[in-house]
C-alpha cells in the first residue's frame, strides 16, 4: 500500500508525493521535532518478498549514510512503516539538471560546475567503495543556491545488496546512460560503469544530446553494446578535438580502455576544456525532448522557474534547414554499420531463425523514407515474396500491415535483422493501442515459431490492455511467448523489467529460466523462489522447477512435476506439451 497525504509515518508527516519510480515512490514530509522538511523514499513491495531483505536493508543503509560528501544527498534515518522500508533524505528544494538541460544549452560554467561538483561526488564515493550504477540528469539536483548533489547512492547500494528480489541487474541503469557491461547484465561491476555513465552526461552537455536515443529501450541498449560512439564533432563541429578525445576515451566499449579513476576522467577533461580555449559556450543543439523525457525525477520537485545562481542559456540562432536527403544519407551509412556489425557477430549455424538474433535488435527505424531504410536492408537477390512485400511498402509506407508482411518476408528468407527492423517500424507505425495488429503480427512470428519478436508483439498487446482485462487465451499465449523466448542467451535487462511490469510473478519466472539457460543455476533457484513465493499454483513455475530439477540430476523429483502438469487438462495445452515432451527426455 501507499503512503497517505496527511498521515503520519513514525515522526514524518507526509505532505505531497514528488515521484515514482521502478523501485520506490517519494514523498515530501514535515519532521516537527527539526522543523524541517525531509525526502521519505519508499521502496517497493517488491523487496518484501525475500525474508533476509529488511537486515541487509538496514546494513547497507548504515553504509550509504557514511557517505558525508557536500555534493551528495545525505540519508538521514531509515526504518519502516506497515512493512514498507523506507529512507529519510534532505529535501532539496531546486531542479534537476534535467530540468535545466530542457531550458537550453549550458554555459561553460555550468559544464564546468557539473564536472567539479558531481565528479568530486562520484570520486568520493568510489574510494568508499560504493558505485552509484544510475548517473544521470535527473539523479543530478541543482539547489535554489546554485548547489549541485548527486542523489540515489542509497538505492544503488541497496539495490545491489545481497539476493534481493529486485535485483540491480534488472532495476539499474537508464538506457540512454546505462555502461554496456551494465546493459549486457554483467555482475562483476567496478568504477568504469559510473564513468561511462558520466562520460555520457558529459556528452549530452557538450555535443547537446545523448549519444544514442531511440523510439525504445531495445535499439538504445543495442547500441551502447555493438554501435561505435557518433563522434562529437561530426555531430556538433563546435566540439574542441581535445575534448572529443577525453569523450571518446570515457565512452570506450571496453572497460580496460577507459579511464582508471573519476579523478583522471575530471583532469584529462579539465585539461582539454583549457587546451580548447575556455570559456567555450556549450552547444548550439536542440536538445531532443523525448530522450529526457524517458527518465523519471528522483529526490525533489522540480520548481517552473530556474534555479538562482545559474546562469541564463546563451540565446540561439534558428538553425538552418537541412536537406532531407542528407538525413538520408547518414541513415543508410548508420544501417550500414549496423548490420556489418551485426552480420560479423551472429553465429554461424543458427538452430532457428530467432536463435540468431536477439531483443536487443529489435530496434525502431529512423525517420527515414521506408523506401531509402529499406534499399539498404535488402540482399541482392531477394526472394519473390520479399521483392513483393518491398513493393508493397513502397506503393503504401505508412500502412503497418504492409511493413509486417515485409518483416515476415524477410524472417522467412532468413533476413532476421532486416525483419524485426521491419517489425518495428510496422508496430511504431500501428500505434500503441493498436490491439489486432499486435495480436495478428504475434500469431504470425508464432507461427514460425520466432519466440523473440512473438514475445516483443504480446508485451505491447498487454500494454494496451487495462489490468488484468486481457482474456485468458491471450494471457496464455502470453506466458509461453515469454517462457519459451528465455531460452535466448543475450536478452537485454529492460525486456525483463516490461515483463515485471505486466506480470510480476511471470518477470521472476522469465528470469530464472533466462538464468538457466545461461549456466547460472543459482541465480535460476533464488528467482524460481521469488516466483513461488508469489504464486504457489503458478503452472510456468511448475515447468521451471521441473527444468532446474532435472538440471540438478533430481531426475526423479523432475519426472513428478511433469507428469503431474502434463495429466492435468485445466494446464494450458502448451505447457502439457512441453512437460511431455521433458518428460521422454529423462525417463
Known amino acids: 500500500m501507499s503512503f497517505n497525504i496527511g498521515e503520519n509515518v513514525g515522526p514524518y508527516r507526509i505532505i505531497e508525493q514528488l515521484g515514482q519510480g521502478g523501485m520506490a515512490t517519494v514523498y515530501k514530509a514535515y519532521h516537527a521535532s527539526l522543523d524541517r522538511y525531509v525526502a521519505l523514499k519508499v521502496l517497493h513491495q517488491a523487496f518484501n518478498q525475500d525474508q533476509t531483505f529488511t537486515s541487509r536493508f538496514q546494513r547497507e543503509a548504515r553504509v550509504v549514510a557514511k557517505l558525508e560528501h557536500p555534493n551528495i544527498v545525505p540519508i538521514y534515518d531509515y526504518s519502516e512503516h506497515e512493512a514498507r522500508p523506507y529512507l529519510v533524505m534532505k529535501y532539496i528544494e531546486g531542479d534537476t539538471l534535467k530540468a535545466r538541460l530542457h531550458q537550453g544549452p549550458l554555459t561553460s560554467t555550468e559544464i564546468e560546475d557539473v564536472v567539479n561538483s558531481i565528479g568530486a561526488a562520484l570520486a568520493y564515493a568510489h574510494r568508499q567503495g560504493i558505485l552509484h550504477r544510475d548517473i544521470k540528469p535527473s539523479n543530478v539536483m541543482i539547489a535554489k543556491d546554485g548547489i549541485m548533489y548527486l542523489a540515489d547512492f542509497g538505492l544503488a547500494r541497496i539495490a545491489q545488496a545481497g539476493e534481493s528480489t529486485m535485483s540491480s541487474d534488472s532495476i539499474m541503469g537508464t538506457p540512454q546512460y546505462i555502461s554496456p557491461e551494465q546493459a549486457m547484465g554483467k555482475k562483476e561491476l567496478d568504477a568504469g560503469t559510473d564513468i561511462y555513465s558520466f562520460g555520457v552526461m558529459l556528452y549530452e552537455m557538450v555535443v547537446g544530446q545523448v549519444p544514442f536515443s531511440a523510439d525504445t529501450p531495445f535499439s538504445i541498449i543495442h547500441d551502447h553494446i555493438y554501435t561505435p560512439l557518433p563522434l562529437p564533432m561530426k555531430v556538433n563541429p563546435k566540439v574542441p578535438e581535445p575534448v572529443q578525445r577525453v569523450l571518446l576515451k570515457s565512452l570506450a566499449k571496453d572497460r580496460l580502455d577507459r579511464y582508471e579513476t573519476v579523478e583522471e576522467m575530471m583532469k584529462a577533461f579539465k585539461d582539454a576544456w583549457m587546451e580548447a580555449g575556455v570559456p567555450m559556450q556549450g552547444t548550439s543543439i536542440t536538445m531532443r525532448t523525448a530522450a529526457l523525457a524517458s527518465e523519471q525525477p528522483t529526490i525533489a520537485k522540480t520548481q517552473t522557474s530556474s534555479p538562482v545562481n545559474v546562469a541564463a542559456p546563451a540565446t540561439r540562432s534558428p538553425a538552418k ?11 543508410i551509412i548508420l544501417l550500414l554499420c549496423c548490420m556489418f556489425a551485426y552480420v560479423a557477430s551472429r553465429p554461424k549455424n543458427p538452430k532457428t531463425p530467432d536463435k540468431a538474433t536477439t531483443v536487443a535488435s529489435i530496434i525502431p527505424v529512423t525517420n527515414l523514407p521506408p523506401t531509402a531504410v529499406q534499399a539498404t536492408l535488402m540482399p541482392s537477390n531477394i526472394s519473390p515474396e520479399v521483392g513483393a512485400a518491398q513493393d508493397m511498402v513502397n506503393q503504401n509506407p505508412s500502412d503497418p500491415n504492409a511493413h509486417l508482411k515485409l518483416a515476415l518476408a524477410l524472417w522467412d528468407a532468413k533476413e532476421m535483422h532486416a525483419a524485426l527492423d521491419e517489425l518495428a517500424q510496422a508496430a511504431n507505425l500501428a500505434g500503441p493501442n493498436n490491439k489486432d495488429f499486435f495480436l495478428s503480427a504475434a500469431m504470425e512470428f508464432k507461427k514460425r515459431e520466432a519466440w523473440v519478436p512473438t514475445a516483443e508483439m504480446y508485451l505491447r498487446l498487454n500494454q494496451s490492455y487495462r489490468v488484468k482485462e486481457m482474456p485468458i487465451e491471450i494471457q496464455n499465449d502470453f506466458n509461453e511467448a515469454i517462457f519459451k523466448a528465455t531460452e535466448q542467451k543475450e536478452m537485454p535487462l529492460l525486456f525483463f523489467e516490461r515483463i515485471d ?17 545461461n549456466g547460472d543455476i543459482n541465480e535460476a533457484i533464488m528467482q524460481l523462489s521469488n516466483a513461488e513465493k508469489l504464486q504457489p499454483d503458478m503452472n510456468e513455475a511448475a515447468l521451471l522447477r521441473a527444468e532446474v530439477e532435472a538440471k540438478m540430476g533430481n531426475k526423479e523429483n523432475a519426472r513428478k512435476i511433469l507428469i503431474s502438469l502434463g495429466s492435468n487438462p485445466s494446464v494450458p495445452e502448451w505447457i502439457r506439451i512441453m512437460a511431455d515432451i521433458y518428460l521422454k527426455t529423462i525417463q
Open 321 to 331: 534547414k537541412r536537406s532531407p536527403w542528407m538525413w538520408v544519407g547518414i541513415g
Open 501 to 517: 511490469n505486466a506480470d510480476t510473478p511471470l518477470g521472476f519466472v522469465a528470469r530464472g529460466r533466462y538464468a538457466l539457460f
